[in-house]
């Protein structure tokens, strides 16, 4: 079982920027493919983000444009830099393995705070 981990959720201000990490355990990492999910309180948990295990990725379209996912296989990291960011990115952000041998382990969240 693939253990996550994520970090660097904060306060922010509107037009701001953080850089989140999603740190996982075992030597399987290079071979899962990571989302980066955020769920809202009374809301279904929404995807934001994929990277796959060639580093091809694919972004909601209320992110694309601001927010990069990426990846280090040495670190077994992979990482979401949020841009520009808007009051309505406010919510738990998880990542999740959506595909490879670690499918389905998630991790226990980060919370990420936007003020106008």
């Known amino acids: 079982q693939v253990q996550l981990v994520e970090s660097g959720g904060g306060v922010v201000q509107a037009g701001g920027s953080l850089r989140l990490s999603c740190a996982a355990s075992?030597?399987?990492?290079?071979?899962?493919?990571i989302g980066w999910y955020r769920q809202v309180p009374g809301k279904q948990r929404e995807l934001v983000a994929t990277?796959?295990?060639?580093?091809?990725?694919t972004y909601a379209d209320s992110v694309r444009g601001r927010f990069t996912i990426s990846r280090s296989n040495a670190k077994n990291t992979v990482y979401l830099q949020m841009n520009s960011l808007k009051p309505e990115d406010t919510a738990v952000y998880y990542c999740?393995?959506?595909?490879?041998?670690?499918?389905?382990?998630w991790g226990q969240g980060t919370q990420v705070t936007v003020s106008s």
């Open positions: 075992g030597s399987t990492f290079s071979l899962n493919a």
């Open positions: 990277i796959n295990i060639r580093g091809s990725t």
């Open positions: 999740k393995i959506v595909m490879g041998p670690g499918y389905g382990s």
